[in-house]
């Protein structure tokens, strides 16, 4: 299966957006919750990261692929 070179640059930049904004996230808690609450947001923070990392790594992959032309 090939992707678009669009396509591919469009994951890659969602996987940036979704890299700062869970980090941020991560830094912006406020202190004063239950345990529950961190845990909770911890899990969140490392799926979504995961996550992104994922679809950075199809996106680079359909970036870094030269579609074949015909030898004419």
């Not at 969602?14 to 869970?22: D, G, N």
């Not at 202190?31 to 199809?58: D, E, Q, T």
């Amino acid at each position: 299966m090939q992707i678009s070179r669009k396509i591919a640059a469009f994951l890659v930049v969602v996987a940036a957006f979704m890299i700062f904004e869970w980090i941020n996230l991560g830094f912006n808690l406020a202190p004063g919750h239950p345990k529950a609450f961190y845990v909770v947001h911890g899990i969140l923070i490392a799926v979504n990261l995961v996550l992104a990392i994922v679809l950075g790594v199809i996106g680079l992959r359909g970036l870094g692929k030269r579609p074949k032309r015909p030898l004419m």
